[in-house]
């Protein structure tokens, strides 16, 4: 299998993955806080990895006779990468969960998405050309997810703000993670050490902000082992490898179908019905992301 076409499958694992697991986040909310809910989700991440580094790490699969430590020690790209994966999944997590709050999921979803085109401008800001194939798909992706998510009357709210910031910084992590990728770093390591800074700071917010008791965790256990083992820490890890292989720009694309899986899963799982607008608003993103990945050579110049 091709490194590119591995790199896809990843992400669109990634995107299923996610997409399914919207009802999850949503239904933790209902017995514990959004800094809560993000701290425990990233504490069974951890917890999930661990097996997996000692397994499947490089130093783990180059040395299998190295001791613990070696394999689970992180070098300076991983470490370095992992910080600053960490602080920007850990704000880009935290405005998301506040913002839903404040904010219908139709345009929450829909202003979420907007970091499918906040990654190409902050690549040509840094000097990159993007191909003009691909800032096509972008904007016929934008205008599918208007159709997909947009439903009721556009205005700029409180919950609007925070969630378009949240679209900011996830835009940020895409580009970290593809940064220190291209630097070697050790995706599995990396993936650990950013759920360990997000679990610092989503912790700092719920102490300040919030009040837990156990009662309250078990509680919510379903929503958050789906959501710290396979959203976090399975989807994230994902996200991390498959972005080694492909365009950061395409990433996004393929991500971004994390809207459309959630459509799809709602109307397959809980019995929703996709209006007409919904089903051409699908119909324009998958269209965006399969013609990113077609070799068309005289568009992408």
């Known amino acids: 299998m091709g490194a590119r076409l591995k790199g896809n499958i990843m992400l669109l694992m ?17 017995y514990i806080g959004p800094f809560t809910f993000c701290a425990a989700r990233y504490v069974l991440a ?6 997996v580094i000692f397994l499947f790490s490089v130093q783990a699969r180059k040395n299998p006779q190295a001791g613990l430590w070696e394999k689970f020690a992180p070098d300076r790209p991983t470490l370095w990468g992992g910080l600053y994966c960490g602080l920007t999944l850990g704000v880009a997590d935290a405005l998301q969960q506040v913002g839903i709050c404040y904010t219908t999921a139709g345009k929450a979803g829909f202003i979420t998405a907007l970091y499918i085109i906040m990654v190409p401008l902050m690549e040509r800001v840094l000097g990159k050309r993007i191909p003009k194939v691909l800032a096509f798909c972008v904007l016929l992706a934008i205008v599918g997810f208007y159709f997909l998510c947009v439903n009721e009357e556009l205005s700029v709210g409180y919950g609007d703000f925070l969630t378009l910031c949240c679209a900011v910084f996830f835009s940020l992590h895409i580009l970290v993670i593809d940064h220190f990728m291209k630097k070697k770093a050790d995706g599995i390591k990396l993936s650990w050490v950013q759920f360990a800074v997000s679990f610092v700071f989503a912790s700092m917010l719920t102490a300040v902000f919030e009040t837990v008791t156990w009662e309250m965790l078990w509680a919510a256990r379903y929503p958050l082992l789906f959501a710290g083992i396979i959203s976090s820490g399975i989807a994230y890890t994902l996200q991390i490898l498959g972005q080694k292989y492909t365009d950061p720009t395409i990433a ?32 324009l993103v998958f269209v965006a992301v399969l013609l990113a990945q077609l070799p068309l050579p005289v568009l992408k110049r």
């Open 252 to 283: 996004t694309l393929l991500m971004s179908l994390e809207s459309v899986f959630a459509v799809l899963a709602g109307w397959a799982v809980l019995g929703e019905v996709m209006s007409g607008r919904e089903i051409f608003g699908c119909g």
């Open 14 to 30: 990634t995107a299923m993955i996610w997409g399914g697991g919207f009802v999850a986040q949503s239904a933790g909310m209902d």
């Open 46 to 51: 951890m917890l999930a990895l661990i097996p």
